[in-house]
C-alpha cells in the first residue's frame, strides 16, 4: 500500500502545480505582449506627431505678412511726392501780391462730390501748395456736383474772389458764395465735382 501511496499523490499535486506554471506564464506572456504592443503604438503615434509638426514652421508664414503692408505704403508715396513737388511755392510765399491776402490765414475744408477716389485729396494738394490751411478732406453730401462750388463765411468773404482765382487753374468752377455757416469749422468749403 505504501507504493500506491505515493503515486497518487504526487499525480495529483503535479496536474494542480502545472496548471498554476502553465496559467502564470501565460499571464506574464500576455503581459508582455500588451507592454510591447502598447510601447509600438504608442511610439508610432508620438513619431507621428513630431513628424507632423516639424515640416511645417511658422518662420515661413511671417515674412509673407510683412511685405504685405510696405505694397500700399509704396503706392501712396507717390501722392506725397507729386504734393512735395510743388512745396516751394507755399514755402516762398502765401500772400498774394495783388490783393495781399495771406492764404495761410483762410482755413479750408474740401470735399469729394464727384465719387471718383482721391478727388479731395488731389483738390487738397493744389491748395496746400498755394499756402492755404487746409483743415479737413471728405466725402461731400453727394456726388452729383458737375463742378466746383466754393463757400465762405461771410466774415472771410474777402478770399473768394483769390480763392476762385487760384482753383480756375486747375478746375471749372460752377457756383460760389460767401454764405457758409458762421457755425462751420473750417472758413471755407470747397466741393470738388465732376
Known amino acids: 500500500m505504501e507504493d500506491s ?3 497518487t499523490p504526487a ?3 503535479s496536474p494542480k ?3 498554476r506554471f502553465l496559467f502564470l506564464i501565460v499571464a506574464i506572456v500576455i503581459i508582455l505582449i500588451i507592454i510591447f504592443a502598447g510601447n509600438k503604438f504608442l511610439g508610432s503615434n508620438s513619431n507621428e506627431e513630431e513628424s507632423d509638426i516639424t515640416p511645417t514652421p511658422t518662420e515661413f508664414q511671417i515674412p509673407t ?3 504685405t503692408p510696405s505694397l500700399p505704403e509704396e503706392t501712396s508715396t507717390p501722392t506725397p ?3 512735395t513737388t510743388p512745396t516751394p511755392k507755399s514755402a516762398s510765399n502765401p500772400v498774394d501780391k495783388t490783393t495781399g ?3 495761410s490765414k483762410l482755413s479750408i ?3 469729394n462730390g464727384s465719387g471718383e477716389a482721391g478727388v479731395a485729396g488731389k483738390g487738397s494738394g493744389i491748395l496746400k501748395d498755394l499756402g492755404y490751411n487746409i483743415t479737413s478732406t471728405g466725402n461731400a453730401d453727394n456726388f452729383d456736383y458737375s463742378s466746383v462750388t466754393i463757400k465762405v463765411k461771410s466774415s472771410k468773404s474777402n478770399y473768394l474772389t483769390l480763392l476762385k482765382k487760384d ?3 486747375s478746375y471749372t468752377i460752377g457756383s460760389s458764395s460767401s454764405d457758409l455757416s458762421a457755425s462751420s469749422s473750417a472758413d471755407a468749403l470747397v466741393i470738388i465735382g465732376k
Open 17 to 19: 502545480k502545472s496548471k
Open 65 to 67: 505678412d510683412t511685405p
Open 11 to 13: 499525480i495529483n499535486k
Open 101 to 103: 491776402l495771406d492764404r
Open 109 to 111: 475744408e474740401v470735399q
Open 5 to 7: 501511496a505515493f503515486p
Open 81 to 83: 511726392k507729386s504734393t
Open 167 to 169: 482753383l480756375s487753374a
